[in-house]
């Protein structure tokens, strides 16, 4: 049975930083594509940071460029989610993801696993 899980969310002030990670169990994600997506209240779940199986390659969102990285560790079957200078507007449940085909779309539809998410909220 697959199974992503993330932690390290929690409720920071403006301009924090949070580090989330996301382990997985039931395979190994060595080989695939892994993402993370947000969903706020009342917005359809977006995309936010997407990585190739050997870490060599990454891709962002516009909104969150150049203040969140993500970062794998194949060794620890791990996905992480480095974020800093965060706004109220990041506020969202983060979810990571994982898609088999190892595409590189950035559409929610495309990823076959999904953890349970974890909160993060940003206070002004």
């Known amino acids: 049975q697959v199974q992503l899980v993330e932690s390290g969310g929690g409720l920071v002030q403006a301009g924090g930083s949070l580090r989330l990670s996301c382990a997985a169990s039931?395979?190994?994600?060595?080989?695939?594509?892994m993402g993370w997506f947000r969903q706020a209240p009342g917005k359809e779940r977006e995309f936010v940071a997407v990585i190739n199986w050997s870490g060599g390659s990454t891709r962002y969102a516009d909104s969150v460029k150049g203040r969140f990285t993500i970062s794998r560790d194949n060794a620890k079957n791990s996905v992480y989610l480095q974020m800093n200078s965060l706004k109220p507007e990041d506020t969202a449940v983060y979810y990571c993801a994982l898609d088999r085909s190892s595409g590189w779309l950035i559409t929610p539809r495309s990823y076959d696993y999904w953890g349970q998410g974890t909160q993060v909220t940003v206070s002004s």
């Open positions: 039931g395979l190994t994600i060595s080989t695939y594509t």
